[in-house]
Nanobody, 123 residues
């Protein structure tokens, strides 16, 4: 059974940076990709970024382009999300998910989810 554990969230001021980590335990061959999503209260789950374990072609949601960078460490089964120049609108629960690397911007395409890590950005 695949298990994902996120860490690295916190309370920061606008303009600060954070690096989130997502460690995947029990990864199988069908778990080709990892995605980061975020969800603020009352909002739908929003795609942030995704990456494949065997490809160097990450891709990003509109809110992440130019500020966030996704990267992976295959040896550690960990995917990182470096977030720079944070703004209050980035405040949300950030979740990572694992699944087949298709339709990776769609949360329904993922099989396994972590519990999330809270990011709060104050103005």
């Amino acid at each position: 059974q695949v298990r994902l554990v996120e860490s690295g969230g916190g309370l920061v001021q606008a303009g600060a940076s954070l690096r989130l980590s997502c460690t995947v335990f029990g990864r199988t061959d069908s778990d080709d990709g990892v995605g980061w999503f975020r969800q603020a209260p009352g909002n739908e789950r929003e795609f942030v970024a995704a990456i494949r374990w065997i490809s160097d072609s990450p891709f990003y949601g509109d809110s992440a382009k130019g500020r966030f960078t996704i990267a992976r460490d295959n040896a550690k089964n960990t995917v990182y999300l470096q977030m720079n120049r944070l703004v209050p609108e980035d405040t949300a629960l950030y979740l990572c998910a694992a699944g087949p690397a298709i339709f990776m911007a769609n949360p329904d395409a993922y099989d396994s989810w972590g519990q999330g890590t809270q990011v709060t950005v104050s103005s």
